[in-house]
């Protein structure tokens, strides 16, 4: 199938994630079971497979149908008195429970899976077969998923992205939140620079030593629209040889990543640039730097670096990275106080009177609206040393802490999905009409009850920035 194809698409995969679908596990044999116990689980149960438990009662392995004819054939008579450990199939091929069906199936279907482990915080929790969703295994959302994890070269890979803005419109006609459309899409951009670093390893040979590439801004969030241009860096490990390696790859990446549909990055943040490079002593070395900067404007583009998320290679190099620069940032209260100081740089979407400030009667609800919203709770998540990335997840956690009170996260939250969903709507209609995209949104096609709304959303947004100015920048 051409993914690249424009036809009816099926939202179903792309809606629903392995939590919502999964069957619970069924009861496991325990460690010291028999394939006798496995049989009469899978027979009572009508089950495909059954989990054996380990010493600590966590599942070890699989015995699926498959496994009890195998065992049959071998031991005959005898078969039954096998021990479960010896039969299952091990380790579980699993994926958590929040990721999303069509990259599950395409893994399965890539794989030769007939069962798949879901799991919560790492431990089983159900499984999802392929047979609950033949209906839907013809489905584009399949074949677009495979693209973009396993494209083999660059123009298959780019005719691959030029799906997401028809799967992103057709998500939005069956009224999927914008939030959720840009984590879709923030995905689809991991997998696609996860895909052109494998790529370029391809090319280049394998490195000399370890390197993990890093998507940072709304990539890392989980927030992509469409139009977004690359974020992105590099960690290695060090000598003179990986610098080498690296500088070349990560030219390469930028570059691969622009042909293939993601722009080069208007400020320079790219695995191109070396400021963006290095081993964990030069990164190390280069927070401190930001954390002895007091000037806000010396700190444009600085915070984006804590949306990142290790995408490819050695991920314990990026988390090792962010682990450091998080600790190190919720103790450097002059740092912070910069961040909040630039949110008075954004000005404000709102005129004098409570209006909606235009021009040509357009509204940038990027830099008047979400940006601001995404700043402010980094800011604040960074001062109680919050590790997660997303914005509404942030702001639940503030709102947790007590930072936050519950309506008005709830009312952000709220606000957020408002503004990302205007400019959504408005990219999409631009996009239909062959014009750029932007971040503006045409207000005169808002109707009365969305103006208000929108500049209700928007006094909040002022609310969060002032207090983040006053809690930290004083």
């Known amino acids: 199938m051409d993914p690249s194809r424009v036809e009816a698409l099926d939202t179903y995969p792309f809606r629903e994630r392995l939590g919502a679908v999964m069957r619970p596990l069924p009861p496991m044999v325990p460690a010291d079971g028999t394939l006798s116990h496995a049989v009469q689980i899978l027979d009572e149960t009508a089950s495909s497979a059954v989990a054996v438990a380990d010493a600590e009662g966590k599942a070890a392995g699989l015995i699926t149908e498959r496994d009890v004819v195998r065992t049959l054939s071998r031991h005959q008579n005898h078969a039954l008195a096998v021990a479960a450990a010896t039969v299952m199939t091990a380790p579980i091929a699993a994926m958590p429970a929040e990721t999303r069906l069509y990259k599950a199936i395409s893994r399965m279907e890539r794989l030769g899976l007939r069962h798949l482990g ?6 089983l929790v159900g499984l999802i077969t392929p047979r609950q969703f033949l209906r839907r ?17 660059g123009p298959s890979l780019a005719a691959a992205r030029k799906r997401l803005a028809i799967i992103a419109a057709d998500l939005r006609k069956e009224d999927m939140g914008a939030i959720d459309i840009a984590e879709l899409l923030a995905e689809a951009l991991r997998d696609t620079t996860r895909r052109c670093a494998e790529l370029v390893e391809a090319e280049m040979g394998p490195p000399p030593g370890d390197w993990c590439v890093l998507i940072l801004g709304s990539g890392g969030r989980g927030e992509t629209l469409l139009g977004g241009d690359q974020d992105n860096a590099i960690i290695h490990s060090p000598g003179a040889a990986m610098e ?11 570059a691969m990543l622009g042909e293939v549909g993601v722009p080069l990055c208007k400020g320079n943040i790219m695995t191109s640039n070396p400021e963006w490079r290095g081993d964990l002593a030069t990164w190390e070395q280069r927070l401190s730097g930001w954390w002895r900067v007091e ?19 050695d991920l314990a190099l990026g988390d090792q990275l962010r682990r450091y620069a998080l600790a190190g940032a919720q103790q450097r209260m002059p740092f912070l106080a910069a961040l909040a100081q630039h949110l008075s740089t954004l000005g404000t979407a709102l005129n004098w009177f409570g209006g909606l400030r235009t021009d040509h009667g357009m509204i940038d609800l990027k830099l008047g609206g979400t940006f601001p919203i995404v700043a402010a709770a980094r800011t604040l998540a960074l001062r109680r040393g919050i590790s997660t990335t997303s914005t509404p997840s942030r702001i639940q956690a503030l709102m947790e802490a007590e930072v936050l009170s519950p ?22 209609s631009d996009l ?18 969305v103006k208000s709304r929108l500049k209700e959303s928007l006094k909040q947004v002022d609310m969060l920035a002032n207090m983040v100015r006053q809690g930290l920048a004083g």
């Open 118 to 123: 879901v799991t919560d915080a790492g431990r």
């Open 407 to 428: 309506g008005d996260g709830q009312r952000l939250i709220e606000g957020l999905e408002l503004l990302m969903g205007l400019i959504l709507d408005q990219q999409l």
């Open 244 to 254: 080498t390696w690296c500088a070349k790859a990560g030219e390469r990446l930028a």
């Open 137 to 153: 295994r013809a489905s584009g959302a399949f074949a677009l998923a495979d693209a973009l994890e396993n494209a083999p070269d």
């Open 295 to 313: 000037d806000a404007e010396a700190l444009l583009d600085v915070d984006i670096f804590y949306d990142c998320q290790p995408v490819h290679g």
């Open 432 to 449: 239909a009409a062959g014009q750029p995209l932007t971040t503006k949104v045409e207000v005169e096609h808002l109707g009365s009850h």
